[in-house]
């Protein structure tokens, strides 16, 4: 059982605001912890060490851990409820831990994009970039300097002197990572860039993402798209605040223990206890000891054994982790 840590009030996050409006989000709040130089893992960066937060009467995060290496573009994946707003937050400054350490660079080195834009939806696309800018100490003309190339890959030139309120949701979230990033950071954090964006805004978002990193950022983005999570170079995978896996993504792959089995309907029995539906067919996980034999199998409602990918990999963790707290799996 996890004892609770003495919960902290925090930071309250917030932002530059011209003329006293608001935006739609937080920003990085000033009064972070301190910033720490790149940790002996091997790795380097910036990151978490050992956080755990209490919102109310319950644990949001549990002692989780993630570096974020300059140059490498880091996935926090998990589903509702997981803990990912809340580890960004974190590690973004906009929220102080309960417990742990947060090592990341003076606010000013950090582009924090939140869960929405965090955008002043009555100013146009050039005003809330130029204000930007100004905020983290650009000159006019390196503001022009970063801003247009970047306006120009992501299909908003045309739209620079349109108001952010009017613009669809791809292109708010286009516009949010542009301002997180328009002053070249160390650190780039962000909340589920992706979710709720077409096809083709969604290629803009990641043109950029690995332009950061090429750039020599650190990225760290949250996302409930596994399929997303497999082009980072490291993956933290969460549930219910506690971590499942963390790794490369051949490596999270790597370390299911066991085998995995495409069947056509779901099983009984204990076997009905380790199998979800993808698609058109179920998967059926066999722990190490269990099930058939590696190899095809003989009787056809065994189902063949299949090679796995991310998505399976963190579901057996989920599954496993369900299983252990239910006594059913050692």
């Known amino acids: 059982m996890t004892s609770r840590p003495r919960r902290a009030s925090g930071p309250q996050p917030g932002g530059p605001q011209p003329g006293g409006r608001e935006p739609d989000s937080t920003a990085p709040d000033s009064t972070a912890p301190d910033s720490a130089a790149p940790d002996s893992t091997g790795r380097g960066g910036w990151g978490l060490q050992e956080v755990s937060v209490w919102h109310d009467d319950s644990l949001a995060l549990d002692h989780v851990s993630l570096v974020a290496a300059a140059g490498q573009v880091t996935a926090v994946v998990g589903g509702d409820g997981a803990g990912k707003t809340t580890l960004l937050r974190c590690l973004a ?13 003076e606010v000013r080195r950090i582009g924090y994009l939140p869960a929405s834009s965090g955008l002043y939806p009555d100013l146009t696309v050039a005003e809330n970039l130029a204000f930007r800018a100004a905020a983290y100490g650009l000159t006019a003309a390196q503001a022009r300097e970063q801003v247009a190339e970047y306006l120009d890959r992501a299909g908003l030139t045309a739209a620079r002197d349109r108001l952010v309120g009017q613009l669809s949701g791809g292109m708010r979230q286009k516009l949010g990572m542009i301002a997180a990033l328009v002053h070249r950071p160390d650190l780039l954090v962000l909340d589920e860039p992706s979710t709720g964006v077409d096809p083709v805004s969604r290629s803009d ?5 690995a332009r950061a990193a090429t750039g020599g950022s650190a990225v760290v983005f949250s996302t409930s798209y596994l399929d997303e999570a497999e082009r980072a170079g ?7 605040g ?3 896996a963390t790794g490369t993504p051949d490596e999270i792959v790597a370390a299911i223990p066991g085998t995995l089995r495409a069947v056509r309907e779901r099983p009984s029995g204990q076997d009905g206890l380790r199998a979800w539906r993808r698609g058109g067919h179920w998967r059926v996980w066999d722990p190490p000891g269990s099930g058939p034999a590696a190899g095809p199998i003989a009787g056809p ?3 063949p054994v299949i090679r796995p990918d991310l998505q399976d990999a963190v579901t057996v963790a989920a599954l496993a982790r369900e299983l252990r707290l239910a006594g059913s799996l050692r």
């Open 242 to 244: 506690r971590e499942l």
């Open 205 to 209: 978002l990641w043109w950029l993402i």
């Open 234 to 240: 490291l993956v933290v995978a969460l549930d219910a």
């Open 301 to 303: 409602a065994a189902g």
């Open 93 to 105: 400054g906009a929220q102080a831990p309960g417990s742990g350490r947060v090592s990341r660079p």
